[in-house]
C-alpha cells in the first residue's frame, strides 16, 4: 500500500490534489480550519469523480474506493505519519510561513514539507523549518485533476533525493513535472502574469472589450481561454498577489499590478468564485 500524503487546505487547490493523489492509490488526509470548508472540499471531489465517469475516464466502480482513501481532519496535528505534507492554502505569504513553522515541529522527522505557492519563495518558506533540503515548489496547475504540468521548484538548500522523489512521485500521478529555479514567480506565472496584467491594461485604456482582447488571444494566438477569462477562473486576488510578489521580488515595473486590476479586487469582483470580474457569471 502506498504511504499516506496529508494535503493542507480543502479549497480548489487542495482538493484537486487530494484527489488526484486518491484516485493514484495513495490514502491522503486533507485538513482545513473548519468542518464547512472540508466538506465542501469533499463535494467537490466526488462531483469532479462524477465528471470523469460521464466522460469515460474513469471506472464507475472505482469512485468510492478513491473518496475511502480521503480521510477529513481539521487543523494540522494530522500531518504526523504522512511521508509528504503538502500545503495549498492561500496564496499569502505570512500564512505560509507560518504554516511551515508549525510544521517544522508536527511533522515526522524526514517528512517533505512541499507547498504549491504559485509564487512565494521557496527558499524563504523553507527558512522556517529546521529541514531546508526537505522543502520543495509543488505547483499543480488549475484545474488539478485535469492540467498536465507540475511545477518542481528548488530552494536554495532542497536536496538532490527531494527532488528526486517529488519528480517522481509526480509522475505516478501521472503528472509531468518540470524542474524550475526558485526565483519569483517560478517560470509559469513569471511569463502568464504580465500577458494577463498587459490584458488588464488594454481594458484599462479602451483599446478593446474584455471579449475583444480574449477574441484575439484565442484565435490569433491559438490559446485555449483569453487572458481575462482565465483572470476570472485564477481569482484577480490571486492574480495581484502575484503580481506584487513578482513586482517586490525582481524590482522591475514591468510587473506593476494595473490599477483597474487593483479597484476590481478592491471592489470584491474577483472572478467566477464571487460571480463577477471581467466577466459576469
Not at 493514484?24 to 482545513?32: A, K, R
Request: proline share 5%; aromatic share 4%.
Amino acid at each position: 500500500m502506498a504511504e499516506r500524503v496529508a494535503v493542507i487546505g480543502a479549497g480548489q487547490m487542495g482538493n484537486g490534489i487530494a484527489h488526484v493523489f486518491a484516485q493514484s492509490g495513495f490514502p491522503v488526509t486533507m485538513m482545513d480550519v473548519t468542518d464547512d470548508a472540508l466538506k465542501r472540499g469533499r463535494d467537490t471531489i466526488a462531483s469532479n469523480l462524477d465528471r470523469q465517469i460521464k466522460k469515460g475516464t474513469l471506472p464507475a466502480a472505482d469512485k468510492d474506493a478513491i473518496l475511502g482513501r480521503i480521510t477529513l481532519a481539521r487543523g494540522l496535528t494530522e500531518v504526523e505519519g504522512a511521508w509528504l505534507v503538502i500545503e495549498a492554502a492561500s496564496e499569502n505569504r505570512d500564512l505560509k510561513l507560518g504554516i511551515f513553522s508549525e510544521l517544522e515541529t508536527l511533522a515526522d522527522q524526514g517528512a517533505i514539507l512541499a507547498t504549491n505557492t504559485s509564487s512565494i519563495s521557496i527558499t524563504e518558506i523553507a527558512s522556517q523549518t529546521k529541514r531546508p533540503d526537505l522543502v520543495i515548489g509543488m505547483h499543480f496547475m488549475n484545474p488539478v485533476p485535469v492540467m498536465q504540468l507540475v511545477e518542481v521548484i528548488r530552494g536554495l538548500a532542497t536536496s538532490d533525493e527531494t527532488t528526486k522523489r517529488v519528480l517522481e512521485t509526480s509522475k505516478v500521478l501521472g503528472k509531468t513535472p518540470v524542474e524550475v529555479q526558485d526565483y519569483p514567480g517560478f517560470v509559469a506565472n513569471r511569463i502568464l502574469m504580465p500577458m494577463i496584467n498587459e490584458a488588464v491594461f488594454c481594458l484599462m485604456e479602451g483599446v478593446g472589450s474584455a471579449e475583444s482582447i480574449d477574441t484575439v488571444m484565442k484565435l490569433g494566438m491559438n490559446h485555449p481561454m483569453g487572458p481575462l477569462a482565465l483572470a476570472d477562473l485564477i481569482g484577480l486576488d490571486t492574480c495581484l498577489a502575484i503580481l506584487e510578489v513578482m513586482h517586490e521580488g525582481l524590482g522591475d515595473p514591468k510587473y506593476r499590478p494595473c490599477p483597474l486590476l487593483r479597484k476590481y479586487v478592491a471592489a470584491g469582483w474577483l472572478g467566477r468564485k464571487s460571480k463577477r470580474g471581467f466577466y459576469a457569471y
